[in-house]
């Protein structure tokens, strides 16, 4: 079993800052890209920043020099570090991990619960 359980999420004001923390467990071979979505009400899931397992980091455009995406391949944990929030970044935030659960198995992707960011204004 893979568990991906996310925390950090909160109220903020508008310019606030918050940092979502999100840690895989369970039996885990080996974690590919990590990565956080996330989804506002009646919107698609959109990806916000994923980070391969050698550290190179994608941005969708509206958070580039807001967010930093950072991770640890010994512990299976992956960071969001969000600042300037503005009310357009309230969603729910999902975490995600492409990873294997065993030798010779092939790569599956796993979410998590989601986790609540409200930036008001």
């Known amino acids: 079993q893979v568990q991906l359980v996310e925390s950090g999420g909160g109220l903020v004001q508008t310019g606030g800052s918050l940092r979502l923390s999100c840690a895989a467990s369970g039996t885990i071979y080996r974690v590919d890209d990590m990565g956080w979505y996330r989804q506002a009400p009646g919107n698609k899931r959109e990806l916000v920043a994923s980070i391969s397992r050698l550290k190179n980091t994608n941005y969708t455009e509206s958070v580039k020099g807001r967010f930093t995406i950072s991770r640890d391949n010994a512990k299976n944990t992956v960071d969001l570090q969000m600042n300037a929030l503005t009310p357009e970044d309230t969603a729910v935030y999902y975490c995600?991990?492409?990873?294997?659960?065993?030798?010779?198995?092939?790569?599956?992707?796993?979410w998590g619960q989601g986790t609540q960011v409200t930036v008001s204004s």
């Open positions: 995600s991990a492409r990873l294997r659960v065993g030798f010779g198995t092939s790569y599956s992707n796993y």
